[in-house]
């Protein structure tokens, strides 16, 4: 399983050209890489080839070897759900609406009606997204949460919590904003079976 973020040195991964040499460097064939229009829903779809990056939904699943996930991300969290048993991935976009419509049930869900995913046997990484220090909300404890309730065991959710606010590594929408900056870009995080 290969969970990584690009970094703020990789550049804004909302340019076509940044993300090519972003895949080239992890020799990530473009091609073999599935994405979503992200609308702040709770929509997860099932994935076993590239599909249309207009597709709206905030979360993919997939079992496919020859696949990469990608979300697109600055702040909300990027959230990712492997079910070794089945050799299941999910990759999901939550933000603070995602929280409260469910989303990360609804991938839980949909992994279980695929693929007969019990949540005892996910492990879950949380990767670079807001913390409490910056927002007025904990989403990082409340996806904990929310995880632990629908069977997730504790010990197997891996949240370094990082601040994207605070680490330079990483953009934030919120930073960008305060900055006055124009440009609002987005790393991406990935997620793959290999
Ligand atoms: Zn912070």
Request: proline share 5%; aromatic share 8%; charged share 30%.
């Amino acid at each position: 399983m290969i969970f990584m973020s690009s970094k703020t040195s990789d550049g804004n991964m909302m340019i076509p050209s940044n993300r090519s040499k972003f895949f080239k460097k992890l020799e990530i064939n473009p091609k073999s890489v599935a994405e979503v229009k992200q609308v702040r829903g709770n929509k997860i779809v099932y994935v076993d080839k590239p599909l249309d990056p207009l597709t709206e939904a905030d979360g993919l699943i997939a079992n496919n070897k020859n696949l990469f996930l990608i979300v697109k991300v600055a702040d909300c969290m990027p959230i990712a759900l492997y079910d070794k048993k089945h050799e299941v991935i999910a990759l999901l976009h939550v933000g603070y609406k995602g929280l409260r419509n469910s989303a990360i049930k609804n991938a839980l869900d949909k992994m279980r009606e695929t693929f007969g995913t019990r949540p005892k046997n996910i492990t879950v990484n949380i990767g670079p997204s807001i913390g409490p220090c910056h927002y007025r909300m904990d989403i990082w404890k409340e996806a904990e949460n929310q995880l632990i309730r629908s069977g997730v065991v504790k010990e197997k959710i891996e949240n370094p919590r990082i601040c994207t606010y605070e680490s330079k590594d990483y953009f934030s929408h919120r930073k960008s904003g305060d900055e006055g900056s124009k440009d609002d870009p987005r790393f991406i995080t990935i997620l793959g079976l290999i």
